[in-house]
């Protein structure tokens, strides 16, 4: 196995762990968000349906987004598209230096 598989199967690795905490984390913020609106009023059924979908999607597309940043640059994706760029550079008419 190359050096950039053996990187990008760790960074795969470490992603699936993320997006476990993640998943728990979203959890944990529903329960805490549903928690807090019983304690200061009453909490209707569509009330707590959309506060958990709202949270927990909230969360984990933010956190997602964030982990998925992160996957990006560890697993050497960012480096290949960097290199293929420096590479090959492209110019329009009329644009960059001349």
């Known amino acids: 196995m190359t050096h ?3 990187q990008r199967s760790s960074a795969a690795a470490k992603f699936r762990q993320m997006l476990k905490w993640i998943a728990l984390a979203a959890v944990m913020m529903v329960v805490a968000a549903l928690a807090y609106i019983a304690a200061i009023t ?3 059924l569509h009330m707590a349906v959309a506060t958990t979908v709202g949270v927990f999607v ?3 597309l933010g956190s997602g987004l964030f ?3 992160f996957f990006s640059d560890k ?3 960012d480096q290949t598209v960097s290199d293929a760029s420096n590479g090959r550079r492209h110019t329009r008419e009329g644009s960059g230096p001349s």
């Open 42 to 44: 009453e909490l209707t």
């Open 67 to 69: 982990a998925l940043a």
């Open 75 to 77: 697993s050497g994706h």
């Open 58 to 60: 909230s969360v984990t």
């Open 4 to 6: 950039r598989n053996t």
